[in-house]
Antibody, heavy 122, light 110 residues
Framework: QVTLRESGPALVKPTQTLTLTCTFS??????????VSWIRQPPGRALEWLAR???????YYSTSLKTRLTISKDTSKNQVVLTMTNVDPVDTGTYYC??????????????WGQGILVTVSS | QSALTQPASVSGSPGQSITISCIGT?????????VSWYQQHPGKAPKLMIY???RRPSGVSNRFSGSKSGNTASLTISGLQAEDEAEYYC??????????FGGGTKVTVL
């Protein structure tokens, strides 16, 4: 049974660095074709893809946010970490981590975490 | 990368069929058969409904189907049911090896 759960601060001040952790079970990121992504959703707005990390440590970032994002994995802990620097109130939203379907083509999310609401405010 | 274009809302009566369009460019929708569709109920995480343009994950009703023509992908829901009322998002792989989502379509069952 695949599960993912996001954790991190609910409130962050502008200009600070946001660190989110995705803890998963039911699969291993050391297994070929396994990948995890982060996606966010501002309140009342559309989904936005942020980043992806693959089993072989390949990483992909949103073009518009790549200078502020870092994604990493700890295979032994079954965790994926996303850091976002210099946050702004527009970064407020629900942040999801999701597993990528191993047998699908590129960025197909078959399992999602419940999401974590992050508010950026002073 | 600009978001894919979806209609803001689509509605239909129970039992009817509706189609949601997702318009991109040759650098995303038109260039790859990597379009997915997600259903999201309020306060819930999205759920995968269609991937690789027309493939349906195990457990998803066959009332949901996907297609693509040129730079436009489509999701059709046949035999509309009350439980289908939700927000629907398309997504596509891009030539930059990134992912772009659509703006979302609110489906209302009349």
């Amino acid at each position: 049974q695949v599960t993912l759960r996001e954790s991190g601060p609910a409130l962050v001040k502008p200009t600070q660095t946001l660190t989110l952790t995705c803890t998963f079970s039911g699969f291993s990121l050391s297994t070929s074709a396994m990948c995890v992504s982060w996606i966010r959703q501002p309140p009342g707005r559309a989904l936005e893809w942020l980043a992806r990390i693959d089993w072989d440590d390949d990483k992909y970032y949103s073009t518009s946010l790549k200078t502020r994002l870092t994604i990493s994995k700890d295979t032994s802990k079954n965790q994926v970490v996303l850091t976002m620097t210099n946050v702004d109130p527009v970064d407020t939203g629900t942040y999801y981590c999701a597993r990528i379907l191993p047998t699908g083509g590129w960025h197909v999310f078959d399992y999602w975490g419940q999401g974590i609401l992050v508010t950026v405010s002073s | 990368q600009s978001a894919l274009t979806q209609p803001a809302s689509v509605s239909g009566s129970p039992g009817q069929s509706i189609t949601i369009s997702c318009i991109g460019t040759s650098s995303d929708v038109g260039g790859y058969d990597y379009v997915s569709w997600y259903q999201q109920h309020p306060g819930k995480a999205p759920k995968l409904m269609i991937y690789d343009v027309s493939r349906r994950p195990s457990g998803v009703s066959n009332r949901f189907s996907g297609s693509k023509s040129g730079n436009t992908a489509s999701l059709t829901i046949s035999g509309l049911q009350a439980e289908d009322e939700a927000e629907y998002y398309c997504s596509s792989h891009t030539s930059s090896s990134t992912l772009v989502f659509g703006g979302g379509t609110k489906v209302t069952v009349l």
